[in-house]
């Protein structure tokens, strides 16, 4: 596994499932009577977050508690960026602090690929979301579940039918999961209307439709996208009620999903936008396990690019 | 000593003559062995000689931006570069966009001596696209002003660019546009196409540029004017300019070197070296413009040098500067796109670099043929030599330039400007 994780295209299959069978593990080890393992006990991890994002920065945090990790939360609020730091200076003095890790969220695409390739810090770089290009724990949390609920938490997710729902053109989560879902070898179908489609997604490994309805029935894994109502400002989409008409996930659409069918969501939620509160909190729903699951997850991660102790070390 | 003796050169890689160099012009040229005295000898055994280039847009930063170009250090990198006349932009602050600037850093370029520079004036006052700026007083100052141009912005609004056509030809002037329809690339990061929908950078898309080109040739024709396209980076550019000269349209268009080598591909790295305005395109477009350049469609080359200091490019690719530095690496650039690759002749070479781009900018001095009295605007290439660019020989006083630490053929071995040398063994000749 490379030392960075930046793009869901840093991971090959091998990696994929190392870390999905990782984060199985350590799922089960802290839902046990160990709550807390020792692994990274003396490392410091730093969330450098340029972007308001609790969850995730929550997430990240807690996972990397759970390792026993110390960490460092810089948060662009209340920190010299917000005088004009430059990403440089703020990357060396994370560096002059010794960080072994540094979890990145950043308004700017390729802000991570920069922290990683600049030479301005040693650590691992993990990208908790640039712009609009990536986030890959995202899509890996996200393939987590997939596998969990439709494949029995094992192997792949071959043949998987996932239908990706909404502002296709700003999300780097739909970005991080295209290129993880191909990867792990399920058959994803983006759904948006074209103004929200990325200009040369015809080149991406997945398949476009503009009609949700005849997506829907033979979707087994449906993801719905946060969708701004500023966009209708720039002429993305006449107004919110015209773009939830044809895209949100009301209880009609949802009733069309067939019984085993997931619903899933990044969050935050949007609800009567995208999603209905009927399909948000629906039988079908895996929202909040999602969340869950992002902890595992980020463990997992942390725990495979630090190269901490080996699990079967910490469990006895 | 004030003459030189070119000892066995190859004008154009046409067959050995010895050039003698004096009085600031061409004095002899023959194919028997030339012995004056009281001049040096340079040999030339492998060399090549060419008319001194000429640039079309360059970008000098003086007055406002010392910190990343000055007159000096700019018409040092292009003396390098074996150019003898540059044009500085007008984009610097104050804008070149009355007779006092224009003056001024005309003023500067006599100064340095490097090459001459010629100042391009802005087409509307402060590059704001709302009023004619006073192009008639900037064409009769000192400066002799022929091309204006808003560069860096595009003159968006129709009829402004309508008049500024008409306007100039009363003396000659030509108006070079920055084709970019603004709407359609608001906060737009890199070429709208496969790589930005998956590095999630705002696109640039090919339509922006093409629809303005096509709008201004259509003016152009419409008015009778001259019409000058700056840094064409797109496959429908050059199809656009092509049918425009074929109906009779008096347009000409320049190709930047970077857009006849890199490609959009580059931007992967989220190195903001190759971050640039226009944008790198497709490999589809790079041939495109190669093509273009070899047929005479496109008529020059201009490097568009675009300095900026480290710190506008050591950060996120959203909040760098636009540009690369180009002046040293042009020629270099094009023998690799164009020479290597069998397109073109070191004639049609000439013809882009210096006969054209003389003629486009009306400098008679310039872009003339190395013959027995003409001016003595020389540079002599080492065609067999590889070069690496590097920091130290960057004369520049920034460092943006995409091609550094790339082997890239030729070697440029000296530089005359009006029979002086500014350029011997590859060095600045003070």
């Known amino acids: 596994m490379k030392r960075h994780l930046l793009s869901a295209s840093d991971l090959s299959y091998e990696d994929a499932i190392l870390i999905l069978d990782t984060a199985e593990e350590l799922a089960k080890l802290v839902d046990g009577p160990v709550k807390k393992l020792p692994t990274l006990r003396g490392r410091t991890i730093v969330n450098l977050f340029y972007e308001d994002s609790t969850r995730t920065r929550i997430s990240f945090e807690a996972a990397a508690k759970r390792l026993s990790a110390d960490v460092i939360n810089f948060t662009a609020k209340g920190s010299s960026v917000s005088k004009g730091e430059s990403l440089k200076d703020t990357a060396l003095t994370l560096q002059a602090m010794g960080a072994d890790a540094v979890i990145v969220r950043h308004s700017a695409s390729g802000a991570a690929h920069q922290l990683a390739a600049s030479g301005w810090i040693a650590g691992s770089v993990i990208n908790a979301g640039d712009g609009t290009h990536e986030h890959p724990s995202q899509a890996l949390l996200d393939a987590f579940t997939m596998r969990r609920h439709l494949r029995d938490s094992k192997g792949d997710l071959a043949g998987v039918r996932v239908t990706i729902v909404g502002d296709v053109l700003h999300s780097r989560v739909a970005r991080s999961n295209v290129l993880l879902l191909a990867t792990l070898g399920a058959e994803v179908t983006l759904v948006a209307p074209p103004t929200l489609m990325p200009f040369g997604v015809e080149q991406w490994p997945c398949d476009i439709s503009y009609d949700l309805d005849r997506v829907l029935p033979r979707t087994e894994a449906l993801m719905m996208l946060r969708v701004q109502g500023e966009r209708m400002n720039n002429a993305f989409f006449p107004s919110m009620r015209e773009y939830s008409r044809g895209y949100g996930l009301d209880d009609k659409r949802a009733s069309a999903l067939s019984p085993e069918a997931i619903v899933m969501h990044p969050g935050p939620m949007n609800r009567g936008?995208?999603?209905?509160?009927?399909?948000?909190?629906?039988?079908?729903?895996?929202?909040?396990?999602q969340v869950a699951n992002g902890v595992s997850v980020r463990m997992?991660?942390?725990?495979?690019?630090l190269g901490g102790a080996s699990i079967e070390e910490v469990s006895l | 000593m004030s003459g030189y003796l070119l000892r066995g050169v190859s004008v154009l890689g046409e067959q050995k003559v010895d050039v003698l160099i004096d009085g600031g012009i061409i004095?002899?040229?023959?194919?028997?062995?030339?012995?004056?005295?009281?001049?040096?000898?340079?040999?030339?055994?492998?060399?090549?000689?060419?008319?001194?280039?000429v640039d079309l847009h360059t970008h000098l930063r003086e007055p406002g931006r010392e910190d990343s170009e000055t007159v000096e250090s700019g018409s040092a990198a292009a003396a390098l570069g074996g150019f003898v006349a540059i044009h500085a932009m007008a984009n610097t602050n104050p804008v070149a966009d009355t007779a006092g600037v224009v003056e001024q850093v005309y003023r500067l370029g006599r100064e340095a001596g490097w090459c001459d520079v010629r100042p391009v004036g802005a087409v509307t006052v402060g590059l704001h696209g709302t009023q004619l700026a006073e192009l008639a007083a900037m064409a009769h100052s000192a400066a002799h002003v022929r091309v204006f141009s808003d560069d860096g912005k595009c003159v968006a609004d129709p009829i402004l660019m309508r008049r500024a056509l008409e306007y100039v030809k009363a003396f000659d002037g030509v108006i070079a546009q920055h084709a970019q329809e603004p709407r359609l690339t608001e906060d737009a990061q890199m070429n709208e196409g496969?790589?930005?929908?998956?590095?999630?950078?705002?696109?640039?898309?090919?339509?922006?540029e093409e629809s303005i080109i096509s709008r201004d040739v259509l003016l152009a024709e419409h008015v009778g004017s001259r019409l000058h396209v700056c840094h064409v980076s797109t496959a429908g550019s050059v199809e656009i300019v092509r049918w425009a000269k074929s109906r009779g349209v008096m347009v000409t268009a320049e190709v930047t070197p970077h857009h006849l080598l890199l490609t959009d591909e580059l931007a992967r790295s989220y190195d903001p070296r190759y971050k640039v305005n226009p944008p790198l395109r497709r490999d589809e477009d790079v041939q495109a413009l190669r093509q273009g350049l070899a047929d005479g469609t496109i008529d020059a080359v201009a490097t568009d040098h675009a300095p900026h200091p480290l710190e506008d490019k050591e950060c996120e690719w959203?909040?760098?500067?636009?540009?690369?530095?180009?002046?040293?690496?042009?020629?270099?650039?094009?023998?690799?796109?164009?020479?290597?690759t069998g397109l073109m002749t070191w004639s049609e070479v000439s013809d882009r670099m210096s006969t054209r781009p003389a003629r486009i900018g009306s400098l008679r001095d310039?872009?003339?043929?190395?013959?027995?009295g003409e001016p003595a605007h020389v540079v002599l290439v080492d065609p067999r030599g590889k070069s690496v660019f590097t920091l130290e020989g960057n004369a520049s006083k920034s460092r943006n330039s995409p091609f550094l630490g790339m082997e890239l053929h030729g070697r440029i071995e000296a530089t005359f400007l009006r029979g002086r040398a500014t350029v011997l063994d590859g060095k600045l000749a003070g």
Do not use: N
């Open chain 2, 194 to 208: 496969f790589v930005s929908s998956q590095l999630g950078l705002r696109g640039w898309p090919a339509v922006a």
């Open chain 2, 318 to 340: 959203s909040s760098a500067a636009f540009g690369m530095i180009g002046l040293q690496s042009a020629l270099s650039v094009v023998q690799t796109a164009m020479i290597e």
């Open chain 1, 273 to 289: 936008l995208e999603i209905s509160a009927g399909a948000a909190d629906g039988l079908r729903s895996v929202i909040v396990e």
């Open chain 1, 300 to 305: 997992a991660i942390l725990y495979l690019l």
């Open chain 2, 27 to 53: 004095s002899e040229v023959s194919k028997k062995p030339l012995a004056p005295t009281g001049v040096r000898t340079i040999d030339c055994d492998g060399l090549i000689a060419m008319p001194g280039l």
């Open chain 2, 366 to 372: 310039h872009g003339r043929p190395i013959a027995v």
